[in-house]
């Protein structure tokens, strides 16, 4: 398996680490889509959400509220975003299990595309009908 995030985990890749335990690690983006653009991953390797445990996830975004009051006080940022993208569908590009926060800036030109037809309040029978189809593909994984 030839991964940089892997590398970057082992120490065998450089990286700018703002921070590190056990599970996760915290980095500068080599590409960063704004000043202050972090990446945390866990060490272990988990091609995305639909890999990794719970568990896993859940450490990314507890370490995602640890840095970032001192992301945006290091930035001055008026806000923030977190990101995850699962599969090429959504965008990933690394296949590493990866959380980016993104300090945000008024007027930073930064944002997301919604498709045609975004702002159709959804019908309470489609949201219905979606959480049934959700609750019972959950209860059948269980």
């Not at 995030?5 to 889509?33: K, L, N, T, W």
């Not at 866990?42 to 959400?49: E, G, L, M, Q, S």
């Not at 980016?100 to 944002?111: A, C, I, M």
């Amino acid at each position: 398996m030839d991964c940089i995030f892997c590398e970057i985990a082992a120490g065998r890749a450089p990286a700018s680490i703002v921070y590190q335990d056990d599970e996760v690690m915290a980095f500068m983006d080599i590409i960063p889509v704004l000043p202050g653009h972090l990446l945390i991953i866990p060490k272990a390797h988990y091609r995305n959400v639909f890999d990794a445990p719970p568990e896993i996830t859940g450490k990314l975004m507890e370490t995602a509220a640890r840095l970032a009051p001192a992301l945006r006080q290091a930035t001055g940022c008026a806000g923030l975003n977190c990101h995850i993208a699962n599969e090429a569908a959504a965008g990933q590009e690394v296949w590493h299990l990866h959380l980016h926060l993104l300090p945000r800036y008024p007027g930073d030109g930064f944002g997301f595309r919604f498709p045609s037809g975004y702002g159709r309040r959804a019908s309470r029978p489609e949201l219905d009908e979606m959480a049934e189809r959700i609750r019972q593909a959950l209860h059948a994984l269980a």
